[in-house]
C-alpha cells in the first residue's frame, strides 16, 4: 500500500489522503519516524483538516506514548473543539498515564457536550475497568443503559461487571435474560460462556458458544473463542474442524497462530515450534508472531530445564 499510495501522491500531489494513506501503513509496520514525517507533511499541506494532527495521535497512540498522546490530543481540542474524539483521545491518555481523576473529567466533559454520544460513558466505563473498580463500572453501566437505552454493548458490560465483582449467579441470569432480549447481539450469549470459561467451567462454555456459532456462524470472534475452549478441553480435532468450517483468511497472521496452537496439542511442542520458526522466517516484522514465538521458545525450554 506505501508503494500504491507513494504512486497516487506522485501523480496528485496535493490531495491530503496520499499522505494519509502512506503514514497509516508505516505505523502498521511499527516505522514510526516515517509515519510521523508522513502525517506532519500532512499538516503543512491542509493545516485545517484534522486528519493530519488525528494522524499524529494514532502514531503515539501505537507506541502507547500516552505522554505525547495526551500533549496532542490538547493541541487537537484547542484546533477541531466541535469534536468528540480529541476528549476521547485525551481522557484515555490520562487514564494510561493513571492520572484517573483528569481522565473522569475529559469522559465526564465529553457526556456533556456530546449527550447522544454514547463515548463519554464508555470512558467512563474503561477508566473503572482499568482500576479494577467494578462497582464504580457497574454504577457508570447503570446509568448508560438509563440514558442511552438502545446501545447494547453497555447491558453486556454491565454483565462483566458482576462477573468481576463475583455475583456468578447473578451474572449468568443476567446474561441468559440478555439473549432473550437481543436476540440479535451475540455479545450476552459470549459474555456467559467466557464467565463459564473462567469459573473453567469448560463443558458448560463451549455449549454455549456452540450455541451462539449456530446463531451468528459468520462471527469469525466467536469461532476463535469456541476453538480456544476446546483446546482447553484438549479436544484439537473439533477445534479444527472449527477453524476450516468458520473462519475466512486462513492465510492471516491471526488465524496462523491459532493454527499452531491447534497443532501443538494434535503433534507435540516440536511440531509448534518449527511452525512458529516458519512464521515468523516469513513474517519478521510482525510482533504478534516474533513475540509468541520468543515465548514458546522460553517456556518450552523451562519446562525441559
Not at 518449527?274 to 517456556?299: M, Q
Amino acid at each position: 500500500i506505501i508503494e500504491r499510495a507513494t504512486a497516487f501522491r506522485e501523480k496528485f500531489p496535493h490531495m491530503w489522503q496520499s499522505y494519509w494513506w502512506v503514514g497509516q501503513s508505516y505505523k502498521n509496520q511499527y516505522q514510526y519516524a516515517p509515519a510521523y514525517a508522513e502525517f506532519e507533511k500532512l499538516i503543512e499541506l491542509s493545516p485545517r483538516i484534522h486528519q493530519g494532527l488525528e494522524g499524529l495521535i494514532n502514531v503515539s497512540q501505537h507506541e502507547n506514548d500516552w505522554q505525547k498522546t495526551a500533549e496532542l490530543s490538547k493541541q487537537f481540542i484547542e484546533q477541531f473543539p466541535h469534536m468528540w474524539q480529541g476528549y476521547w483521545w485525551l481522557g484515555h491518555a490520562h487514564k494510561n498515564l493513571a492520572e484517573y481523576e483528569q481522565a473522569e473529567q475529559q469522559f465526564a466533559h465529553l457526556m456533556k457536550a456530546f449527550p447522544q454520544n454514547h463515548y463519554g460513558i464508555q470512558g467512563l466505563i474503561d477508566t473503572a475497568n482499568h482500576q479494577a473498580n467494578w462497582q464504580s463500572a457497574l454504577a457508570w453501566c447503570d446509568a448508560g443503559i438509563e440514558l442511552l437505552p438502545k446501545h447494547t454493548s453497555f447491558y453486556s458490560q454491565r454483565g462483566t461487571a458482576l462477573v468481576r465483582l463475583k455475583r456468578f449467579d447473578e451474572a449468568e441470569s443476567y446474561f441468559l435474560a440478555l439473549s432473550k432480549q437481543f436476540p440479535d447481539d451475540p455479545s450476552p450469549l459470549t459474555g456467559l460462556a467466557s464467565m463459564y470459561y473462567t469459573l473453567r467451567k469448560w463443558e458448560k462454555s463451549i455449549i454455549t458458544l456452540q450455541k451462539a456459532l449456530l446463531h451468528f456462524p459468520k462471527q469469525e470472534h466467536i469461532a476463535r473463542q469456541l476453538i480456544n475452549s476446546y483446546l482447553i478441553y484438549n479436544e484439537p480435532e473439533d477445534a479444527l474442524s472449527i477453524f476450516n468450517q468458520y473462519l475466512g483468511n486462513h492465510d492471516s497472521i491471526t488465524n496462523q497462530l491459532l493454527l499452531a496452537r491447534i497443532y501443538q496439542i494434535q503433534h507435540g511442542n516440536g511440531y509448534y515450534l518449527d511452525t512458529l520458526e516458519a512464521l515468523y522466517e516469513k513474517h519478521p516484522e510482525d510482533i504478534s508472531v516474533a513475540i509468541t514465538y520468543a515465548n514458546a521458545l522460553i517456556n518450552l525450554t523451562l519446562e525441559e530445564v
